[in-house]
């Protein structure tokens, strides 16, 4: 089957310069978004006169979720979050926000309206189908999203790192084996979009990264 070229934009969003990534099909003026993150104006202005057909989660830390209500409120789309996470967008102390307050204050959002798990297969926009892969380790909820070669890590891999493990439900153990038990399985040409930093791709990370 042939697979529909993405178009992916990257936003680097609030205090801890949150990845929200837009994908989109060229040509065509709707898309969805992937972790909105804190201060989304920039992403906001940019989606304006566009059709947001879902907003995802890899996971709901409050870096990742700060922009999900504003987002929600102006195109009246779903959001989606695994189960083990699914009261972190109501909690401020489940989500992190309570925890670091110099950073902006309690985050709350509404409950998703749709729940992630493993090895689902999501449709959007006319017919692009997102594998969605359960990566716990960083967080017990994190998910990524894989379509084609296009694969969204959250925090769970980053170009030369890893997610940190030290927070709510966090577990090295865990984090290593979806790294080598699933995103490693996936061919060298895999993009990898992280939640923070430069995108990279599974073979240099299964070569250079350190912590792995």
């Known amino acids: 089957m042939d697979l529909k ?10 205090p ?3 990845n929200a990534y837009l994908v989109s099909l060229p040509g065509v003026n709707k898309g969805i ?6 201060n989304p104006q920039p992403l906001l202005k940019r989606v304006k006169d566009m059709e ?8 709901a830390h409050f870096d990742h979720i700060g922009g999900v209500e504003q987002l929600r409120k102006q195109k009246g789309c779903p959001v989606y979050v695994h189960d083990a996470e699914s009261d972190w967008l109501t909690n401020p102390k489940r989500n992190g ?7 902006g204050g ?5 409950p998703a309206e749709y729940a992630l798990d493993e090895g689902q297969q999501l449709k959007v926009l006319d017919g692009v189908v997102f594998r969605v892969f359960h990566t716990p380790g960083h967080s017990p ?6 379509y084609g070669q296009h694969l969204f890590s959250g925090d769970v891999l980053f170009k030369l790192s890893v997610g940190r493990t030290d927070l709510t439900g966090g577990s090295e ?3 290593l084996e979806s790294i080598h038990g699933k995103l490693f399985e996936l061919p060298d040409d895999t993009i990898v979009y992280p939640g923070h930093g430069p995108r990279t791709t599974i073979g240099f990370e299964r070569e250079n990264n350190p912590y792995v």
């Open 16 to 18: 801890l310069q949150t």
């Open 52 to 59: 947001i057909e879902a907003i995802l989660l890899t996971h």
């Open 141 to 146: 909820g994190s998910v990524s999203f894989l």
């Open 173 to 175: 153990r865990e984090l």
């Open 97 to 103: 926000s309570a925890n670091w307050p110099e950073l």
């Open 106 to 110: 309690p985050i709350v959002a509404e």
């Open 5 to 14: 070229e993405l178009k992916v934009e990257v936003f680097s969003l609030g």
């Open 33 to 38: 978004v992937i972790d909105p993150g804190m």
